[in-house]
């Protein structure tokens, strides 16, 4: 079975600077998507952006940048420029690309504040 | 479009009683779900549907009971509440053509059994 660590429960960083949350999974397939959720205090999970695993490029989106490290089975998301509305909990997801497993596995999340 | 809506928002049960959670999407996704997420962890899926009159079971079906009559509604059935199952409830859809399958959620029901 597929799983997904956060080993960072909270971070912190200063308005305008940049964030890095750190996110590995352990799976033996070759073929998945990654993802990254925002949850701010409303609860809604917002997708920030998403990999497949056969693109060698890493996904951007805005101020939102990943780092894909394959063999490394990492997965880390980069803020830049931090605003006061990027403090959220954020999850990092796993979910296979074949068969008939829709499932989407979770980390536990990371707590990020911005301080102004 | 409204995307994935969830009611009620908050509810209180006691132990063993029975309600149901609702969701709707307007996005013509054929694939819903619903997750439970307890507090410091992430979502697990319960329940899940890949079209209308299919369902199947997720990791934590225990306790649960779906059904999906139309390609919008995808209702989720508690019945004899328990306190462990007091969590926050996220429905979400997909469309099958997306190939990354991006889930996109309701806004979450919060559930406490006493």
């Known amino acids: 079975a597929q799983t997904v660590t956060q080993s960072q429960p909270e971070m912190s960083v200063q308005e305008a600077e940049t964030v890095t949350l750190s996110c590995t999974y352990d799976t033996s397939e070759s073929d998945y998507y990654l993802f990254w959720y925002k949850q701010p205090p409303s609860r809604q999970m917002i997708l920030v952006i998403r990999q497949e695993a056969y693109k060698q490029q890493n996904a951007t989106e805005n101020r939102f940048s990943v780092n894909f490290q394959k063999a490394a089975k990492s997965f880390s998301l980069k803020i830049s420029d931090s605003q006061l509305g990027d403090a959220a909990m954020y999850f990092c997801a796993y979910r296979s690309s074949g068969g008939s497993n829709y499932k989407l596995t979770f980390g536990k999340g990371t707590l990020l504040t911005v301080n102004p | 479009n409204a995307g994935v809506t969830q009611t009620p928002k908050f509810r209180i049960l006691k132990i063993g009683q029975s309600m149901t959670l609702q969701c709707t999407q307007d996005m013509n996704h054929n694939y819903m779900y619903w997750y439970r997420q307890d507090p410091g962890m992430g979502l697990k899926l319960i329940y899940y549907s890949v079209g209308a009159g299919i369902t199947d079971k997720g990791e934590v079906p225990n306790g649960y009971n779906v059904s999906r009559s139309t390609t919008e509604d995808f209702p989720l059935r508690l019945e004899l509440a328990a306190p462990s199952q007091t969590s926050v409830y996220f429905c979400?859809?997909?469309?099958?053509?997306?190939?990354?399958?991006?889930?996109?959620f309701g806004p979450g029901t919060r559930l406490t059994v006493l």
């Open positions: 979400a859809s997909s469309y099958f053509s997306d190939p990354t399958d991006t889930q996109y």
